[in-house]
């Protein structure tokens, strides 16, 4: 059995999730309304992964025989400027969600709660390589994007990204 904080955060980080897929996808049709498909493709793939995070969440507290208390989810209210906000926007987003993961691996250690923490470490690893990735597409923008012709180059290479589903087991 987990304690009330540990199920508590762990719903409330079911929200965030699916906030981030919100997120993403507004950002998706931030770039598919300026003809850049494949940063909207980009995008679209990050929501799939942010709901698919958030079930497995869900997935966890049910297996955990806890209640899962499902919240409105905020719209995303960003206006932005030029391309390289959202990928900016992204990065900033990204660190919020590390940061609320690792609120919650805290939570679990005081709580001697190993399996939750068992559980999060998947969670530790994947935020590191969002947040490179996120980054990653940052230099690459600053690298190409001020020119047409290379933002159309990097704009064709994003278009190629497709899902693929995390791989954590649960118990």
Sequence with gaps: ???KEVTKLLNEQINKEFYSAY?????????????LNGFSNWFKVQAQEERDHALLFMNYLQN???EIKLTAIAAPDQAYSDFKAPLE???RHERMVTASIYNIYEEATKQRDFRTLQFLNWFVTEQGEEEKNAEDLIDRYELFGYDAKSLYLLDAELAARVYAAPTLVLD
């Design 1 to 3: 059995m987990l304690s």
């Design 23 to 35: 997120l993403y996808l507004d950002m998706s049709n931030y770039y598919d309304l300026k003809n």
């Design 64 to 66: 955990n025989n806890e």
């Design 89 to 91: 926007e992204s990065l």
